[in-house]
């Protein structure tokens, strides 16, 4: 059975950091990729980091340069790590497994992130 636990979200005043994790269990966790979604109150689920089986990582434009997304095989962890945080960053955060070729998915419970100004 995949479970997707997540953790490290929290309150944070605007231009401050956190990391998310999203710990694996029950999948190849090298076969995966994995991305980060988000989604706000009243808007659609957005991608906002993505890190390939290869360990290729991307980025919305509007996190380039303040997110980085890293992957540890052996502990079968994703992290995000988010800097200068912006209340516009306010949301809930999804870690989202995947295989290519595979129409299965996973995701986690999702973990509020919330930037004050």
């Known amino acids: 059975q995949v479970q997707l636990v997540e953790s490290g979200g929290g309150l944070v005043q605007a231009v401050g950091s956190l990391r998310l994790s999203c710990a694996a269990s029950?999948?190849?966790?090298?076969?995966?990729?994995m991305d980060w979604y988000r989604q706000a109150p009243g808007k659609e689920r957005e991608l906002v980091a993505g890190v390939t089986s290869g360990g290729s990582a991307n980025y919305v434009a509007s996190v380039k340069g303040r997110f980085t997304i890293s992957r540890d095989n052996a502990k079968n962890t994703v992290f995000l790590q988010m800097t200068s945080l912006k209340p516009e960053d306010t949301a809930v955060y999804y870690c989202?497994?995947?295989?290519?070729?595979?129409?299965?998915?996973?995701w986690g419970q999702g973990t509020q992130v919330t930037v004050s100004s």
């Open positions: 989202k497994f995947y295989r290519l070729g595979s129409s299965t998915a996973y």
């Open positions: 029950g999948l190849i966790f090298y076969a995966y990729g």
